[in-house]
Structures are given as structure tokens and as C-alpha cells.
């Protein structure tokens, strides 16, 4: 077999091997009931009833539907336009972690535009997912598609001993196939 049709061959099988995990890229999140109400626990609640915000304090725990979010604060910034408070962004600080039955994904900061219908993590953001893991800088989760992206890191060290700063890091996991003597 030549050297190009061996090269093919091996992309080819390793494409396949991969694409599982790769092309996976929908979040157990997808089609999230975002009309659900928000459950809020905290140790402490400060309403800024002037400022239209309310900060929760004190291993903040958020959930909605399938959707946990959890973080050392979170400040809920709300309008008032049927005269009772509306959430329209939760900012999240501290340890933030948001989970799904089947992912993991934690960062420093977290963003939840309610109307937009999209989470975005920044800072040290990690994707656990069957076993897998993505490492990077900025994740953004649309709960509409579920589709779901990362950026690099912007500067400093990498997220993977040996990788180079400002890029994005993963282990995927091969699903193991019978084997054949």
C-alpha cells in the first residue's frame, strides 16, 4: 500500500474513531423548558428593589428544569414592565458549575441571558462529558440547539501541560468496539 493511501487510511480510522465524541457536541441541555420556573436557594438574599437586581450569596444553588447552576453568588438583574419582576440575566461569581444529567461545566464566571436563551462560562472553563473533556477559555451553550462552543485561552499558561496558550485542550475518551483475534 503507498504511503498516501496508508496516511488516508489511518486519518480515515482515526476520524471514525473520534467522530463519536467530536461530533457530539449537543448538550444534554438542548430544548431546555426555559419557561420553567427558576428555583433559587442561598444562604443570603440582598434585593436592590432601586437597581432592579437582587444578589444571591452564600453556595448559590439555581435551578431550572434539568439545569443546575451553582456559584458563590449571583446577582439577578430583572425588569419590571407587568409591574412583577422578570429575570433577565443571571450573573453568576465565584466556583460557578453548571450541570446536566449527563455534562459538567465549571468556570469563575458565569452568564445566563434568560430571554436569549444562552449560557456562557469565562474563565478556566472545563466540559465534562461522558467521560470526556474540553478545556478552554470562554464556553457559550445556546439551550435552544444545544449546540455548544469554545475559545482558547487569551494569554497566560495552558490548560494542558505541554499545550500552547491560547488555545482550546481536550481528552476524548474512544468508545471500545469488539475486537476481532
Known sequence: MSAMKSSFLLFALLAAAV???VAAQTSALKGLDTGAPIDVDAARIEIQDADNQAVFSGDVIITQGRMTLK???????????????EMQRLDARGNVRLVSPSETATGNT?????????VTLV????????????????????LVSGQTSFDGRTGGTAATPGASP?????????PQRGTKP
Do not use: E, M, W
Open 19 to 21: 467522530s463519536g465524541p
Open 71 to 85: 456559584a458563590d453568588s449571583v446577582k439577578v438583574l430583572y425588569t419590571r414592565s407587568t409591574g412583577t419582576p
Open 110 to 118: 458565569g452568564i445566563y441571558d434568560v430571554n436569549g436563551k444562552i
Open 123 to 142: 474563565g478556566n472553563v472545563t466540559l465534562d462529558r461522558g467521560g470526556s473533556s474540553l478545556k478552554g477559555q470562554r464556553l457559550v451553550l445556546n
Open 166 to 174: 491560547g488555545r482550546v485542550t481536550g481528552r476524548f475518551v474512544v
